[in-house]
């Protein structure tokens, strides 16, 4: 499943195709839309953010549209009436003159007026994304002071989407090394020295990942972007299983917990 950084790029693809441009047609697979493909032609998109895993494309009369793609769901930019050949099934086809952003696969659509995102199942159990650049290290400090989120193992807690949203496994494996911190230790367990070093990386690492446009396939190797390769994300434990750690040189561990692959420096993130 794409994590924060490869959602927020696809928002950005979308959103520089449309937004702005008066939608010609808008088309939906679920009959409960339907009545929507009427309302919405003549209005512009105003904006497509991420919110987590979900992507929010917003309506200039107050209209939005949520869509999550858990596993198959997939956003595709094409021209404007085109509809590329592909065994996925079309859901949601949002057309302006010039171009059109399709969504295939995703079951999980809806729209909703601004004024109820707030009460959305999901959406209003999400914490803070961190790639939202108003969420500062002290807000993600104070989190993992909190009493709901101080006592859970790092391993479980860095996958909940209650606590920080745009996390993911690989993030997860990264935010742990770049902080030297055990998947085992709990916040309540740190202190403020590594509790200031864990809500650094919460924020550094997503955004290296998000602004470097690509994950380099492997250690040394040079991203897809040449222009970014001085600061091209790679990983450094995650999928990396016996191989040395950069900070050390001991042996990579890869273990489950919270039933996700985790990568791990036995030494320094002992
Ligand atoms: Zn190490």
Same mark, same amino acid.
């Given at each position: ?26 088309? $939906?697979?679920?009959?409960? %839309? ?24 917003? $309506? ?8 999550? =793609? ?18 996925? +099934? ?11 952003? %399709? ?9 909703? @007026? ?7 199942? $999901?959406? /209003? ?13 002290? /807000? ?10 101080? =006592? ?19 993030? @997860? ?49 040079? /991203?897809?972007? +040449? ?5 091209? $994300? ?27 692959? %985790? ?8």
């Amino acid at each position: 499943m794409p994590e924060g950084p490869e959602i927020r790029r696809t928002a950005d693809r979308l959103a520089d195709t449309v937004v702005g441009k008066p939608l010609l047609s808008a088309w $939906f697979a679920l009959p409960a %839309l339907k009545p929507f493909e009427a309302t919405l032609p003549g209005h512009r998109i105003v904006a497509v953010e991420p919110h987590g895993k979900a992507l929010l494309t917003r $309506f200039d009369h107050g209209w939005t549209l949520y869509s999550h =793609n858990q596993l198959y769901g997939r956003w595709q930019v094409a021209g404007s009436g085109e509809r590329p050949g592909t065994t996925r +099934s079309l859901r949601v086809a949002l057309d302006t003159a010039d171009s059109a952003i %399709l969504l295939y696969s995703a079951s999980d659509v809806a729209l909703w @007026r601004d004024a109820d995102l707030h009460r959305h199942p $999901f959406l /209003s159990k999400l914490g803070p994304d961190v790639l939202d650049p108003a969420l500062d290290a002290g /807000s993600v400090e104070r989190r993992l002071r909190d009493p709901r989120f101080r =006592n859970r193992a790092l391993a479980g807690l860095l996958l909940d989407q209650g606590f920080l949203a745009g996390m993911g496994n690989y993030l @997860r494996a990264e935010v742990l090394f770049e902080a030297a911190l055990s998947p085992r230790a709990r916040p309540f367990d740190l202190d403020d020295d590594k509790r200031r070093r864990l809500a650094a990386a919460l924020l550094a690492v997503p955004r290296h990942s998000y602004r470097s446009r690509g994950i380099a396939p492997a250690r040394g190797m040079r /991203s897809d972007h +040449s222009s970014d390769a001085a600061s091209a $994300f790679r990983f450094h434990v995650f999928d990396r299983e016996g191989q040395p750690c950069p900070r050390c040189g001991a042996a990579i561990v890869r273990e489950t917990l919270a039933g996700r692959r %985790l990568y791990a420096c036995p030494a320094c993130q002992a």
